[in-house]
């Protein structure tokens, strides 16, 4: 199963990639948002995965007593994933603004934002 | 100590608050700054002259090796008091010189910024701490050059002077990282000791070579020597103080400073007196073609700044003995000229030497100060300037085999420097006041009072040497390495071979100075030989490097977002992929430890596939946004089947919000553009494609290696025991990475303000804009 | 969008999932969940209501502006994570408890109010964002 997530996470950064190289404002996006996705699902595969562990101590114990999968990328992971809501929506207002002002939707129209304010 | 330093500092800091209370007549007070200072070090020249050094020793971050020591010795000890004893006098001159001037606080600020800069670096017994106040002067100097920042041609000077010092102290930065790396120490003190062990070091020639350019270039040495003349541009007292008393004498004290560590051996000894040499002369025979009095006197500061050098490099206690002495003389008669040209530039209105006369009948004690300068500049007996040139002669005539050439040198620059000093200090006070001179009066006593009385100075310490040379020379000389010598200043050695020079050089100096008279077609026929000098051929140089520059930055800062983005994602596959098929005969992949596919496991792994191609692939916006919402809630069944229900819940709700998000926004964001053409498209999936391809590798070759849990086995151990939780996860976020989670909510915080400040405040001017 | 059902629904929603979120944050320690995915649970319920009935009547129905409740929520995690330091002369970030044990939160210490506090931020962040944007849309 990992070669195949392992391969998923390929998939998804390839296609960010992509979608960043693009010229189009809202494919930039589009492509941070999967780049994203790829980058979360990267820290939690090389954590190690295992099934049926949630790294929850169990209700009678003060430890564990059997095998747990990795509390810390997840820890990492949960605040990545709520960042990147903030972060979208910084970049969708920005591409909006810029839009506005510019009046172009085509990035390699924005090469020379001096002449804006 | 540090508090003598800092003063400087809080003086200047303090100015920016209270400056304005200090530009009319209060302005004089500032000059109780430096001469509290120079009270302060005097009061240590028993102790220093006694042979002790004062240390002073702070921790500031000892894992680098950078401490702030400070040492004073004699050396530090002489310095120190030309810095404050000098800035106590141009504090003052300047009250008078830029009365009523509308930044009159600010150039006491830069001032006060200097004079701690140059006290730090004078005092620092730490090759670092040296550095930065070294750079310090350099600044302040630029500001001081482009006081006038409305004239061109300051501005032009101060970058030029910036420039040239600045990049001098990226060499000493350099050089003094290599001999801190060799000696394993950044201690002055301790490199003196280890001084053997760093000369045969291979390494030696590079230290030597940076701590030249670093001297070179602050102390106006053939060929950085140009950016001298240039700063006088500055204010006059700004070119008594830094530029002829004391920060072009950093190089000098540089130089000092490190003869007992690096010196001695034949290509310090031997660079030292050629560019010594040939600076002391070629700027004494540019004295000749000058007719601006700060010209004049900027030529003779770089040839005696040369001497200096050339004494230096002789290395002899004799020659190092006439150094710390030519210091001295130096600062007080070029001080004394230089105020004297800021006195007659100031009420005359000119320093056109040619159109100066008989200025002696309308500011006598001017005159008499300038008159005094000039006769121990020339060496005269029974001024200090003699008791100096002595000492010259003597150390050249030891010199052996070339004794006969050095002392020619000295004695032809000797002359020269003569020369300079006659038509700085005598020249204008001579003859037939002109017509329109007339009208000339003494300026105030706060301007004429510090030249006359540095000129008595140079007079009296002539005819009493003793005055200096136990208690200031010796220790300077003990300081640079002769330890134990004998300095004994005499004014009368008896006829000898050395008075006969001393005479000689009068006589044909008095000669020179009576026959050649400065003139302005001299000036235009030396200008016709520009363009092979220095100066021009280092702006050449300049202007290359700058139209290159401009090249290198049209091809890497193009402003194209995807071409930036395509080289990093470029070079990081080639590099990247480069060590991993080259350290590796193939990634062994441990297929066992893998956990086994299930059915399910594969229809979520292939919708997520599908949804990422539909995405890529979409032709409208909306598509797009369903498919990524797909990609999101796969992601979130991942983490479900693997164990971690709070990033489950926590994708879910984001995945919905996000999609939430698009909808609002698609119909106000830009169409769904497909501009590329396929050759871009097909360039840009090669390289995704292999950058993908990249990542799953280095995902794979991770996980062959073995993991390291010891942080997390202590975080899931102490979970309930320490923190009372058993959401390990939850555990890690609000307690023990407590401190990264409020900086998380923060950035949130930050995210929301920046979208609303976008789209609110933003809407508002606009909406302001159309009312007007 | 604004029919009926989802309107009806939308009024009984509102309430059982902002309860739900509150349970979810308060069990957090012990159990998935947490302040992160109680805020985002809050702020979707808030986004549903704000769909069915639009967006002026949600903001009537909160009646301040969403954007206090990141500096509140601020405020209330720092509080706790310096109350060690001020109240117990212990580092910062130290878990202080309450001794005895309450039902459903289990042990009440300083770290519950910091999670609340990530609550308040995490609604406040995302009512912001999503509430200025479709505002200007």
């Known amino acids: ?117 | 100590m540090l508090s003598a330093i800092l003063l400087g500092f809080i003086f200047s800091i303090f100015l920016v608050f209270a400056g304005k209370f200090f530009k009319g007549k209060l302005a004089v007070l500032s000059s109780l700054v430096p001469l509290a200072l120079f009270l302060y070090f005097l009061s240590f020249l028993p102790r220093v002259s006694g042979g002790e050094v004062i240390r002073q020793n702070i921790e500031w971050v000892p894992s680098l090796g950078l401490n702030l020591n400070f040492a004073l010795d004699g050396l530090s000890l002489l310095f120190s008091l030309l810095i404050t004893g000098i800035g106590f006098l141009v504090f003052a001159y300047t009250a008078a010189y830029l009365k009523g001037h509308d930044y009159l606080d600010r150039f006491y600020g830069y001032l006060g910024m200097f004079m701690g800069a140059m006290l730090g670096l004078v005092l620092s017994d730490n090759l670092l701490s040296m550095f930065i106040f070294w750079e310090l002067t350099s600044i302040s100097s630029f500001f001081l050059i482009g006081f006038n920042n409305t004239s061109e041609a300051s501005r032009k000077s101060a970058v030029l002077a910036l420039a040239i010092t600045g990049s001098g102290g990226f060499l000493l930065l350099a050089g003094a990282l290599l001999l801190g790396g060799v000696a394993g120490t950044y201690s002055i003190t301790e490199m003196v000791g280890l001084s053997d062990s760093i000369v045969q070091s291979e390494y030696y020639l590079w230290i030597v070579i940076l701590i030249f350019g670093a001297a070179f270039t602050k102390s106006a040495q053939f060929p950085f020597h140009f950016w001298l003349p240039g700063a006088m541009k500055a204010p006059t007292p700004v070119s008594t103080y830094l530029h002829s008393a004391t920060m072009v004498k950093a190089g000098i004290y540089l130089l000092l400073r490190f003869t007992p560590v690096l010196g001695g051996e034949e290509i310090w000894n031997t660079t030292l007196i050629i560019v010594g040499g040939i600076t002391m002369f070629y700027a004494a025979v540019h004295t000749l073609f000058r007719t601006d009095l700060k010209g004049v006197l900027a030529y003779s500061t770089i040839s005696v700044l040369g001497i200096l050098v050339f004494l230096i490099g002789l290395g002899t206690q004799y020659a190092l003995t006439a150094a710390a002495v030519y210091i001295i003389v130096h600062a007080l008669y070029k001080a004394t000229l230089f105020l004297v040209t800021g006195i007659i530039d100031h009420e005359a209105g000119t320093r056109d030497v040619t159109r100066l006369a008989g200025l002696r009948k309308v500011m006598l004690p001017v005159a008499i100060a300038g008159f005094l300068a000039a006769l121990s500049s020339a060496g005269m007996p029974p001024f200090v300037g003699f008791v100096g040139k002595d000492l010259v002669y003597e150390s050249t005539l030891q010199m052996g085999s070339w004794s006969i050439v050095l002392t020619i040198i000295a004695i032809a620059t000797n002359i020269l420097v003569l020369y300079a000093g006659f038509v700085a200090g005598i020249k204008p006070f001579t003859g037939k006041l002109p017509e329109g001179l007339s009208k000339v009066h003494l300026p105030s006593f706060l301007m004429w009072l510090p030249p006359v009385i540095l000129a008595v100075l140079g007079l009296v310490v002539g005819i009493f040497p003793a005055l200096i040379d136990g208690p200031l020379v010796k220790p300077v000389v003990d300081a640079v390495g002769m330890a134990g010598s004998e300095v004994h200043l005499k004014l009368w050695h008896g006829f000898n071979l050395v008075l006969g020079l001393s005479a000689l050089t009068l006589a044909v100096g008095f000669v020179l100075y009576l026959t050649v008279k400065p003139s302005r077609s001299k000036e235009r026929g030396i200008a016709r030989l520009d363009f092979i000098a220095p100066l021009t051929l280092i702006t050449d140089f300049g202007n290359l490097f700058k139209s290159f520059s401009n090249w290198w930055t049209r091809i890497f800062q193009n402003g194209f977002l995807r071409n930036y983005v395509s080289t990093i994602i470029l070079f990081l596959v080639v590099l990247v992929g480069y060590s991993l098929f080259t350290k590796h005969d193939g990634i062994p992949i441990d297929f066992s430890s893998f956990s086994r596919m299930t059915y399910y496991e594969m229809i979520i792994m292939g919708i997520m596939f599908l949804a990422v191609l539909f995405v890529v692939g979409a032709r409208s916006r909306l598509t797009a946004v369903v498919a990524m919402g797909v990609v999101g809630y796969a992601i979130c069944l991942m983490f479900v089947i693997y164990s971690a229900p709070d990033l489950a819940m926590t994708q879910f709700s984001i995945d919905t919000l996000t999609v939430i998000l698009f909808v609002l926004v698609l119909s106000s964001l830009p169409k769904y553009l497909s501009i590329s053409d396929y050759r871009m498209k097909a360039i840009d999936g090669i390289l995704s494609i292999s950058f993908g391809v990249l990542i799953t590798l280095i995902a794979l070759e991770v996980l062959s290696q073995p993991v390291n849990k010891e942080v997390s086995n202590f975080y899931a151990d102490n979970a309930y025991v320490l923190a009372k939780g058993k959401n390990v996860v939850n555990v890690i976020l609000v307690d023990f990475r407590g401190v990264d989670t409020l900086m998380e909510i923060s950035v949130l915080t930050i995210a929301a303000i920046g979208v609303f400040s976008l789209l609110k405040l933003r809407l508002r001017r606009d909406d302001r804009e159309l009312k007007d | 969008m604004k029919t009926i059902i989802l309107r009806t629904a939308s009024n009984y929603m509102l309430p059982l999932l902002l309860v739900f979120s509150v349970f979810i944050l308060l069990r957090g320690h012990y159990l998935p969940g947490g302040g992160f995915v109680g805020g985002l649970i809050a702020s979707i319920a808030f986004v549903l209501h704000a769909f069915a009935n639009g967006l002026e009547d949600t903001r009537k129905l909160i009646r301040f502006h969403p954007g206090f409740l990141m500096p509140a929520g601020l405020t209330v995690s720092f509080l706790s994570g310096i109350s060690p330091i001020i109240f117990a002369n212990k580092p910062l970030m130290t878990g202080l408890w309450y001794p005895h044990h309450l039902p459903i939160v289990g042990n009440l210490g300083s770290a519950l109010f910091f999670d609340i506090g990530v609550f308040l931020v995490v609604v406040g962040v995302t009512l912001t964002i999503i509430f200025t944007i479709s505002e200007s849309a």
Not at chain 1, 4 to 25: C, K, Q
Request: glycine share 6%; aromatic share 6%.
């Open chain 1, 1 to 117: 199963m990992e070669i195949l997530l392992a391969v998923m996470i390929g998939t998804l950064y390839a296609a960010g990639i992509y979608m960043i190289l693009r010229r189009s404002l809202v494919k930039l996006i589009i492509g941070i948002i999967l780049l994203g996705n790829g980058a979360n699902l990267l820290i939690f595969l090389l954590g190690r995965i295992a099934k049926g562990a949630p790294p929850i101590i169990p209700e009678d114990s003060k430890v564990f007593l059997e095998a747990y999968s990795d509390p810390l990328p997840q820890a990492l992971i949960l605040t990545a994933i709520v960042i990147s809501f903030g972060l979208q929506s910084f970049a969708i207002v920005l591409v909006k603004r810029a839009h506005k002002v510019v009046k172009t939707d085509d990035l390699d129209e924005m090469n020379a934002t001096d002449e804006y304010s």
